[in-house]
């Protein structure tokens, strides 16, 4: 990997917002679906569609209520020489709601549609003047901190937290409870201190956290091993699927959702899934995502207040029985 580290994002690919810390990228997977692939115009319009879209959940869906106390998340960072030879470049600072623009200019409301509480950042500095960024986030539940964690996935697998992805020598994330935990150096260093940091946050941290239920409808046949993305709102997944970018669905806080990538055969597949509060609501969501010019849309269909739909270049038979294995 050859970029300069301190100018992207702690998880890659997001122009830094300050000294390095910045929100999450929403990169498009290898082996997108034809009928998910976005062009260059529609990506340009889901540049243009995060900011309508906060602005309609802004008026739409109320802030999540947590139903835990906050967490001190700076007495959680390791101490100076915690880790052998590494101390305190720049103190911890932490941010909520009403300041967090100052971390993530433009890019709070990446953050805002996973239940967002607290974030604290901390730089370390070792004798050759290699400098790593730690990021502790705390959200409403641990679905949301999954749910951050299921969109920065990107590297190998880790055994830290409930679930970890690294790239070596230069990041390491992972979920825990209610927290995500992102590690990134700026210049290389030994994959043994990125995994001393992190065991030694892990260590501090609340135990506990389970995967959203909504993640294990996903047949596991034919599908593609770390690819599902759990979201709320469609912000967070329009790199993988293209709504248009209007909140087509209803989508909202109140919503659980689900994206995973498919390989069947020669086929490249989506397969999406929104648990609704009300059977209604799924059939309401179903009727506008049918009256849509979605034109990948292959499959739809409800089942209760679940809402199923199929994209890509799937023949419809085969869509359609992969949507029904999801929906019972």
Known sequence: ?????????????????????????????????????????????????????????????????????????VSIFPAANAVPGWSISLKA???????????????????????FEQVAVQRYQDSAENLLNVEIWQFVTPADAYGL?????????AAIGNEADSDTGLRLAFWQDSCFVSLNALQPVPDETL??????????????????????RLPQSGLVERSAIFFHEEMSIQMEVWLGGENLLGLSQATDGVVGRYQLGDANVRLMLVQYPSSSQAAKGLQALQGSDIN????????????????????????KT???EALK
Not at 149 to 157: K, Y
Not at 296 to 319: E, P, Y
């Open 1 to 73: 990997m050859s970029k300069n580290r301190s100018e992207t994002h702690a998880l890659g690919g997001v122009p830094a917002a300050r000294d390095g810390f910045s929100p999450p990228r929403k990169v498009p997977r290898s082996g997108t679906a034809a009928g998910a692939v976005l062009s260059v115009a529609q990506r340009t319009l889901c540049v243009m569609a995060l900011f309508i879209i906060f602005l309609v959940v802004s008026c739409s869906s109320p802030k999540p209520v947590s139903t835990q106390a906050p967490l001190d998340l």
């Open 93 to 115: 600072e932490t941010y909520n709601h009403d300041n967090l623009f100052n971390l993530v200019d433009g890019q709070a409301e990446s953050f805002f549609a996973y239940g």
């Open 195 to 216: 995994r001393a940091f992190a065991q030694a946050i892990s260590s501090k941290l609340p135990a506990g956290g389970q995967r959203p239920a909504i993640v294990d």
């Open 149 to 157: 964690f299921s969109t920065a996935r990107a590297g190998t697998p």
């Open 296 to 319: 990948d849309l292959v499959a739809s269909d409800t089942r209760g207040n679940l809402l199923g739909a199929v994209f890509g270049n799937l023949d419809t038979a085969q869509a």
């Open 322 to 324: 992969l949507l029904q």
